[in-house]
C-alpha cells in the first residue's frame, strides 16, 4: 500500500508562471488536506478537500489559488501567475473516510522555489 | 476561530537530557490530538491521544492528554542527537458531518547537541 504520494518533489517557476501540485492520496482515503510551510516555521492550513468537494478552504489566499480533488486522479493545488514569496514546501495529507478517526498520512512535499 | 498553541519554540538540550513539549488547543468538537515529529522531510506521526489521562508511550518517547486542562504533553527522556527536529502537534475537530479539521501547532524546534 503506497504512501501519500506528491508530485514533483522540486519545483522551479520563473515568476508570472502557473505552478501546478499533485497529491495522490493513500489508498482508500478519501480525504486530501494541504498545507504550506515557509522555513522556520509550522504547517499553515491551507485547504480541506474530499472528491469533488471542497470542504474548507479557509486558509487559501483569496487570489491566485485554487484546489481540485476531482473523482478520478490526484488532487491538484493549483498556484497562478507565481511570486517569490509563494516559493515553500507545500504537504498534503490524507485520511480515510470521517468515520474512522484516525491520524492523518504526509506526502513528501513538493518543494516550490520562485526565481 | 480554532487554536492550538506550543511551546516552547524552541529548545536546545544535551544529550541525556529530559524534555517536555507543551501544546494546548482551543476547538470545538474536539476528536483527537496528533503528535508529529518533522525532519528535513515530510511529518511523521507519533501518537494520537483521545482519551484524558492515558498516556501513550513509545520507547523513550510518550504523551499523555488532559481534556480538562485542553493540553497535551509530549516526553522525551535521554535524549539524543537524532531527536533533533520540529515536533507538531495537531488537533482534529469535526466540523462538519463528513469532515474533520486538522490544525496545527507552529511546533518546537528541538536541538540536542553532543
Known amino acids: 500500500n503506497a504512501g501519500v504520494m506528491q508530485n514533483p518533489r522540486h519545483l522551479v517557476r520563473r515568476r508570472g508562471q502557473e505552478a501546478r501540485l499533485r497529491c495522490s492520496p493513500m489508498?482508500?482515503?478519501?480525504?486530501v488536506y494541504w498545507y504550506r510551510q515557509l522555513p522556520e516555521e509550522g504547517l499553515k492550513f491551507m485547504v480541506y478537500?474530499?472528491?469533488?468537494?471542497?470542504?474548507?478552504e479557509s486558509g487559501m489566499p483569496k487570489e491566485r489559488f485554487s484546489a481540485e480533488f476531482p473523482k478520478e486522479g490526484p488532487s491538484i493545488l493549483r498556484i497562478q501567475q507565481v511570486v517569490r514569496g509563494d516559493s515553500a514546501a507545500y504537504f498534503c495529507?490524507?485520511?480515510?473516510?470521517?468515520?474512522?478517526?484516525?491520524?492523518?498520512?504526509f506526502g513528501q512535499g513538493t518543494r516550490l522555489t520562485v526565481v | 476561530e480554532d487554536k492550538v498553541v506550543q511551546s516552547p519554540l524552541s529548545l536546545v538540550v544535551h544529550e541525556g537530557d529530559t524534555v517536555t513539549l507543551n501544546c494546548s488547543y482551543e476547538v470545538t468538537n474536539f476528536r483527537s490530538l496528533l503528535w508529529y515529529k518533522q525532519e528535513k522531510k515530510a511529518p511523521t506521526f507519533l501518537f494520537m491521544l483521545t482519551s484524558s489521562g492515558i498516556e501513550k508511550k513509545s520507547g523513550r518517547l510518550s504523551s499523555i492528554l488532559d481534556k480538562k486542562e485542553l493540553s497535551s504533553i509530549l516526553n522525551i527522556t535521554a535524549t539524543q542527537t537524532g531527536d533533533s527536529a520540529i515536533y507538531l502537534c495537531a488537533v482534529r475537530a469535526l466540523i462538519t458531518n463528513s469532515g474533520y479539521a486538522l490544525n496545527f501547532g507552529k511546533g518546537t524546534s528541538l536541538l540536542v547537541t553532543p
Open positions: 495529507a490524507s485520511s480515510p473516510d470521517v468515520g474512522l478517526n484516525t491520524e492523518a498520512f
Open positions: 489508498k482508500g482515503h478519501s480525504h
Open positions: 478537500l474530499q472528491k469533488e468537494n471542497i470542504i474548507d
